[in-house]
């Protein structure tokens, strides 16, 4: 690209193109469930470009890092403070890498007490899919537990699980509220159970945005939980990284935080480091430190609240015409809901994934496809967007329960539809010949505001798998293949 473009302009046009073929916040709402794709504030994310903050190297003699420290110590306060906690550690880079060093220090626990055989860590059929990886990375061995017909942790299921590992019970790890997007109602007396038979409760807080300002994880009876900064706290999320993934213990885990060989930092039996700098990725941090502060406890408290309110809208617009998977004992859900599709897909023959698709004519990324429950889609709005944007959202997927009514109805064929055909690129709309069954107009501005700001997907229809399933690599002919190439 670099010999290609000679000249700024050239290679700033080239980046404009590139910009043009994603679809990003700028454009709509992007309601991935469990992601989070809330706003980034610009008055947060400012200070990151400031040179005390932006050109400090981690491992900066400490009397030239004075301000960061005081910025560092105080935001683990302040979240320690929001989850109810005693303690905080900045050092992990991810949530993933959060869920790891909170049983690094559950296990620690356990050591110290002489219980080194305790290993086995209860685990629910609806927890993030990284919750049992970093359990067997921890060196833990996984028990699921089953979930009810309401999405709910099956208790009775929990406590003959807890009974029967009770010797070796390290942890139970527990996402509140849950990936199935409830309030699990049962919540204490599930820490409960864990804490009678000599386990520790690890709470994950990736939807912590549903909590914050209206309870916190250690009143619920956790003893760790991890937060992700870059999905809570306002650090853009996504493009890999970087992303803060602390964790929040209680007194008696304190002295197993993180340590780190080079910088003097975590608990007086600090367990191993788990990330290169002695505090992850400082860089990103005023931004959650300035969303914060700006915030302060009740706008902290209102945005929580928000962030419910806008999912139960959409749950109660889109329910009349799609089935809304789990809710609450009161019929609400938590931050998201799962819009569940299995059965109009045996009727019609439309898949998430043609919705996905044609959620992409109408100017929207698609929801999280299939997770936790295969066939559906979840979807998060956040407490970013505004009621005119979550109509249009609804809107949209409503019009595209419309076009699966024609073909129940037998006004299209199920093979060759506007789903089936989705998404539709200018090069398709525009070309000379058009022969399928619908018209162009249909295709390209189902609704007003299509015509008004039209978002063009570059790329229509792939078969979605097939790439990952035959594997194959390429270069230029005329180079030739490397002279030893990697295969295995």
């Known amino acids: 690209m670099f010999r290609e473009h000679r000249t700024e302009h050239e290679l700033v046009r080239y980046i404009k193109r590139l910009e043009s073929r994603d679809i990003s916040l700028t454009t709509s709402m992007i309601s991935l469930g469990s992601c989070t794709m809330k706003l980034n504030p610009t008055a947060a994310m400012i200070p990151i470009s400031f040179p005390g903050f932006a050109q400090i190297h981690p491992f900066a003699p400490p009397q030239q890092t004075e301000g960061y420290r005081q910025l560092i110590g105080r935001l683990e306060r302040w979240l320690a403070e929001i989850t109810g906690f005693a303690a905080c550690s900045l050092q992990p880079n991810a949530g993933s890498q959060g869920e790891y060093a909170g049983l690094l220090t559950i296990r620690a626990f356990h050591r110290s007490r002489g219980q080194e055989q305790r290993d086995a860590c209860l685990i629910p059929a609806s927890a993030h899919g990284t919750n049992p990886a970093s359990a067997v990375l921890a060196g833990m061995k996984v028990v699921a537990v089953a979930c009810d017909e309401g999405g709910n942790i099956d208790v009775a299921d929990l406590r003959a699980k807890a009974q029967s590992h009770a010797a070796r019970l390290a942890a139970l790890m527990v996402t509140y509220p849950s990936t199935h997007g409830v309030f699990e109602e049962a919540i204490q007396e599930i820490c409960g159970v864990i804490h009678e038979h000599g386990g520790q409760v690890y709470v994950d807080g990736a939807n912590m945005n549903a909590l914050v300002g209206l309870c916190r994880p250690a009143d619920l009876g956790g003893d760790v939980c991890h937060l992700n900064l870059h999905k809570t706290f306002g650090i853009p999320h996504g493009g890999g990284g970087p992303g803060v993934g602390p964790i929040c213990v209680a007194a008696h885990l304190a002295p197993f935080l993180p340590g780190h060989p080079v910088v003097a930092t975590g608990g007086s039996r600090a367990t191993g480091a788990v990330a290169a700098a002695p505090f992850g990725s400082p860089g990103v941090l005023p931004i959650c430190y300035a969303y914060i502060a700006l915030l302060g406890s009740s706008g902290l408290e209102l945005a929580s609240k928000t962030a419910i309110l806008n999912a139960n809208y959409v749950a109660e617009r889109l329910h009349p015409h799609f089935p809304v998977l789990y809710r ?22 439309v898949e998430n994934d043609d919705v996905a698709k044609r ?28 009621l005119a944007e979550l109509d249009r959202f609804c809107e949209a997927l409503i019009s595209i329960r419309q076009e699966m009514r024609e073909i129940e109805e037998g006004r299209f064929p199920a093979d060759n539809n506007v789903l089936k055909g989705a998404p539709h690129t200018a090069q398709c709309v525009t070309a000379d010949r058009w022969d399928r069954p619908y018209s162009r107009e249909q295709a390209a501005y189902p609704t007003p505001w299509t015509r008004a700001h039209k978002f063009w997907p570059h790329v229509g229809r792939v078969d979605n798998v097939h790439g990952d399933r035959n594997l194959c690599c390429t270069w230029p002919a005329a180079a030739g293949p490397p002279a030893a190439f990697p295969l295995a």
């Not at 009161?330 to 569940?340: F, G, L």
């Open 359 to 386: 959620l992409m004519d109408y100017g929207f990324h698609a929801p999280t496809m299939s997770f936790p429950v295969p066939g559906t889609l979840m979807v998060e709005p956040t407490e970013s967007e505004s």
């Open 328 to 349: 609450g004992a009161r019929c609400r859900v938590a931050h998201e809901c799962i819009v569940d599709l299995r059965a109009l897909s045996k009727a019609t023959g």
